[in-house]
Nanobody, 118 residues
């Protein structure tokens, strides 16, 4: 089972930037599609960034497209989410996610709070 631990969250002002990190262990990230999700209070968890290992393609919903970037460092087993031009509506708990390419078993991080407020 892939273990995931997020870091880098916190309080940031509107218009600011933040980079979330996710340390992976247990299995090589080469064998996983990776993603970031978030869940705001009273709302369902939503996918906001996806990276497909087979062809290195990425996907973002319109709400974050052009502001958020997902990346990975397979040598160091790290997943990142660079967030720019943050808005109050980006406030949520952010989760790192990995899904094994063959077994399709999913792994989740514990989540980390991001608050965008002045």
């Amino acid at each position: 089972q892939l273990q995931l631990v997020e870091s880098g969250g916190g309080l940031v002002q509107p218009g600011g930037s933040l980079r979330l990190s996710c340390a992976a262990s247990g299995f090589s990230l080469d064998y996983y599609d990776i993603a970031w999700y978030r869940q705001a209070p009273g709302k369902e968890r939503e996918g906001i960034a996806c990276f497909k290992s087979a062809d290195d393609t990425t996907y973002y919903p319109d709400s974050v497209k052009g502001r958020f970037t997902i990346s990975r460092d397979t040598a160091n087993q790290m997943i990142y989410l660079q967030m720019m031009n943050l808005k109050p509506e980006d406030t949520a708990v952010y989760y790192c996610h990995g899904r094994n390419l063959w077994s399709r078993v999913a792994s989740w991080g514990q989540g980390i709070q991001v608050t965008v407020s002045s």
